[in-house]
């Protein structure tokens, strides 16, 4: 096989060649790995020369080197799944391998052996085989329950889960003793506001940002000037909105809509102030900054 074909084959594969999958002879193989035209990463998988290295790549290295049933799991599959959460541990890969008796050791590769064998049909993601987001969520609580609140957050306003889904998921895996249920759990409740699902996820992050940083009371859907809004800061005119790409960016009505809001509102002396979902979840204290500035305005102070 010519380098030429070989780039082909790793171009399509996260810039891998799999020994099995690339159809050269085992003296040819052995003899690339000398010469340094591949570098070897685990046994049967190697790295091709000048591609970017990636955790990606890391993940998809480690699923081809065993094979068979083995699954991306934990948070290999969030990150597969398109979630990203700060994570120290982020070059470890996480697999599940169902039913295997047989010791493996792969470098930088945490290898899980599930007793719950709930949801562990294989998806695929990146064109790697890895666990469900709903399996994954679940199974990221027993490793680094710090990081569920917020993969479930980028889940669901991803829409790649509803609260709905969750419970059912909750409700599933809660036996006794069952790792990750517990912080799995938390963080829905996190997501509610007053024992309900919000109407948006982005809505609970604003709700717990208010109370983390010590910012005026709020009123939660109140109708004003005839419309619905998601927060007013009770004791001024000032109503925050919550916005989230998919729900307010890319549906052009939706857009025009919150327009005419904006406008009718303004008209009508209210402040309006919208936040993105980054901004409230990712630097809630800048957040809480420039709500604290609108507060300070003169035409904020009344009562409204």
């Known amino acids: 096989?010519?380098?030429?074909?070989?780039?082909?084959?790793?171009?399509?594969?996260?810039?891998?060649?799999?020994?099995?999958?690339?159809?050269?002879?085992?003296?040819?193989?052995?003899?690339?790995?000398?010469?340094?035209?591949?570098?070897?990463?685990?046994?049967?998988?190697?790295?091709?020369?000048g591609t970017p290295r990636t955790y990606t790549q890391r993940i998809?290295?480690?699923?081809?080197?065993?094979?068979?049933?083995?699954?991306?799991?934990?948070?290999?599959?969030?990150?597969?799944?398109?979630?990203?959460v700060p994570d120290p541990q982020r070059g470890l890969v996480d697999l599940v391998l169902p039913g295997r008796s047989r010791k493996l050791d792969l470098e930088g590769v945490r290898v899980h052996r599930p007793t719950d064998a709930l949801r562990l049909n294989p998806t695929r993601r990146e064109g790697v085989r890895c666990t469900s987001i709903l399996r994954a969520l679940v199974d990221l609580g027993a490793v680094a329950p710090d990081l569920v609140r917020d993969a479930v957050g980028q889940a669901l306003a991803s829409r790649l889960v509803d609260l709905g889904a969750l419970a059912t998921l909750l409700a599933d895996h809660g036996r006794k003793g069952r790792g990750g249920?517990?912080?799995?759990?938390?963080?829905?409740?996190?997501?509610?506001?007053?024992?309900?699902?919000?109407?948006?996820?982005?809505?609970?992050?604003?709700?717990?940002l208010v109370t983390q940083f010590g910012l005026p009371a709020f009123e939660f859907h109140p109708i004003i000037e005839g419309w619905e809004v998601d927060f007013r800061l009770i004791g001024t005119n000032i109503v925050i909105?919550?916005?989230?790409?998919?729900?307010?960016?890319?549906?052009?009505?939706?857009?025009?809509?919150?327009?005419?809001?904006?406008?009718?509102?303004?008209?009508?002396?209210?402040?309006?102030?919208?936040?993105?979902y980054r901004a409230i979840t990712a630097t809630p204290a800048d957040t809480a900054r420039r709500i604290r500035?609108?507060?300070?305005?003169?035409?904020?102070s009344r009562p409204a």
């Not at 249920?181 to 717990?208: H, Q, T, Y």
Request: glycine share 10%.
């Open 293 to 300: 500035r609108l507060l300070a305005l003169p035409t904020s």
């Open 181 to 208: 249920v517990g912080a799995l759990r938390r963080a829905v409740e996190e997501w509610a506001i007053d024992g309900k699902p919000a109407g948006s996820v982005l809505e609970a992050a604003f709700a717990r």
């Open 241 to 276: 909105e919550c916005d989230g790409w998919t729900t307010h960016g890319l549906d052009r009505t939706q857009f025009e809509r919150d327009r005419r809001r904006d406008g009718d509102l303004v008209t009508a002396g209210w402040v309006v102030a919208r936040f993105t």
């Open 1 to 49: 096989m010519k380098l030429l074909d070989l780039d082909s084959h790793a171009l399509e594969r996260h810039g891998l060649v799999v020994k099995a999958e690339c159809g050269v002879p085992e003296w040819t193989w052995y003899r690339m790995l000398e010469r340094g035209q591949v570098e070897l990463i685990h046994p049967g998988v190697a790295r091709f020369p």
């Open 60 to 84: 998809a290295a480690a699923v081809w080197a065993c094979g068979g049933n083995a699954l991306a799991s934990h948070r290999s599959a969030i990150h597969l799944h398109g979630l990203e």
